[in-house]
């Protein structure tokens, strides 16, 4: 799912090119994919473009007269760009915008359709969608401590919940929680102030160190290349790997269709922590430190 750093990339890419323009007509491919009917996607035809923000990990794209059309990407949705006179708009997508200086087109990977498109009639209705995360590179120390406390989760719990922190997803927390030396599974009522420290400044390292690195990487062209999965990551996606730091081999824990990556060097003083899966496999072969995965 593309995060904090990857949607503000698409939103700086975005503003450049059509902050100001006019959007001229759309087509929706997909039956569900528009989840809102009043006011009608039509009604945006038409308008100029004066705003683009991030909204937690969605794109709102404001027009004249207070109208929103706000894109959630979800888990595989994407953003491509095609200039004006551009004589091919590439693989079949779910969703065309097209503006006075291109078009914009929103494609999703696999079969399952979980990118949603909302057209809101005021701003009072864009706040209404905002999960209410706080904005952690806008925050100061005292009020993310505050937020991290408020309730006993883990810090990945924590880290990924919407409500609590905005834009911070699977992938940057596995490496912010790395950046901190603390694990996944630490309960946050339970840290003590020198921790609450380390992943404060984690997140403010971490985040814009990789919209940094997105934004060098896109360059002039719009950011394609948008994944979870990146060579560069300390922990995330790199199971079995080593970690940078230690040398010890990435960890994993896995859950549904997500998992969760750590190194036990770094972040649990050497213990394998359980997987849900394979160590009631397992049982009492199950690796319970570093040493035993030899």
Not at 100 to 106: A, K, N, S
Not at 249 to 268: K, L
């Amino acid at each position: 799912m593309p995060e904090l750093p990857d949607i503000t990339v698409y939103v700086e890419a975005l503003r450049e090119r059509i902050l100001g323009a006019k959007l001229e007509s759309t087509r929706i491919t997909h039956l569900f994919l528009l989840r809102t009917f009043d006011p009608p996607l039509t009604s945006l035809h038409g308008r100029r473009v004066v705003d683009i923000r991030r909204v937690g990990k969605r794109v709102a794209v404001g027009f004249a007269d207070d109208q929103w059309l706000v894109i959630h990407l979800m888990i595989a949705g994407r953003l491509h760009w095609f200039p004006g006179g551009a004589s091919k708009t590439g693989r079949a997508a779910l969703a065309y915008f097209v503006f006075d200086t291109g078009t914009l087109t929103l494609t999703e990977a696999g079969t399952k359709r979980r990118a949603s498109l909302y057209v809101f009639g005021s701003s009072k209705q864009l706040a209404e969608h905002d999960p209410g995360g706080l904005e952690i590179l806008e925050a100061p120390y005292e009020a993310f401590r505050q937020a991290l406390l408020a309730e006993n989760h883990t810090l990945k719990r924590s880290l990924t919940d919407p409500q609590t922190f905005s834009g911070i997803g699977n992938a940057y927390s596995d490496e912010i929680l790395h950046r901190a030396r603390l694990s996944p599974i630490a309960l946050t009522q339970k840290l003590d102030e020198p921790a609450v420290r380390r992943l404060y400044d984690a997140v403010r390292e971490v985040l814009p160190e990789w919209i940094e690195r997105l934004r060098t990487d896109a360059g002039t062209r719009f950011p394609e290349d948008v994944t979870a999965f990146r060579p560069e990551m300390a922990v995330h996606g790199r199971f079995g790997k080593p970690c940078p730091v230690c040398g010890a081999p990435v960890q994993r824990i896995r859950y549904a269709d997500n998992e969760t990556n750590y190194c036990p060097g770094c972040q649990t003083g050497g213990r394998i922590l359980a997987d849900r899966s394979l160590s009631r496999l397992l049982k009492d072969d199950w690796p319970r430190t570093i040493d035993e995965l030899g």
